[in-house]
């Protein structure tokens, strides 16, 4: 027998995961709500820009398109007009790659990198208050926890 059969008040282990699946993806929308209105409204920016110019930090030496691509887990589509935007406001500049005339790899301006630590900071500063009612026992819990998860997931596959 068992434990919801003995028990009607406990719930099958599938319907407790479900109901975490629904709580996790509640929080990720909220949160990822306030910070696309914080960028927004603070600098003018948006939530997709923010990862770009976050990649590109990661990469000083920059990414060809597809890289970028990969990284952010979007299509180049996604990306292009992103980059456009960007290259335009000077902040990301398009460099052709050596021995390939076909070949692009954007990466982040002085001004760009500038930008992207003054709205990297303010951007940690709002997501630690978001999650302010967290404890960081709590939080180091919670990382082991998403970490088993994420080791248990199948691979992605890209789509290309």
């Keep these: ?88 406001d000077t902040s990301v500049t398009r460099v052709a790659v050596p021995g390939d005339r076909r070949a692009l790899r954007v990466k982040l301006t002085a001004t760009g990198k500038k930008e992207f630590l003054l709205q990297a900071k303010q951007h940690e500063e709002w997501v630690d208050a978001l999650l302010s009612a967290v404890s960081i026992d709590d939080a180091e819990m919670m990382i082991e926890i998403a970490d088993k998860v994420i080791s248990t997931a199948p691979d992605e596959k890209e789509d290309q």
Excluded: C, H
């Design 1 to 88: 027998m068992t434990q919801s059969a003995k028990n009607p008040t406990i719930e099958p282990a599938t319907k407790t995961r479900l109901r975490l699946w629904l709580k996790l993806l509640k929080m990720s929308r909220q949160i990822e709500g306030e910070l696309r209105e914080n960028l927004r409204v603070e600098f003018e920016s948006t939530l997709p820009r923010f990862d770009v110019m976050a990649a590109l930090y990661r990469f000083p030496k920059g990414l060809r398109m597809n890289e970028l691509s990969a990284v952010l887990k979007v299509s180049n589509g996604n990306v292009t007009g992103i980059v456009d935007r960007l290259v335009n």
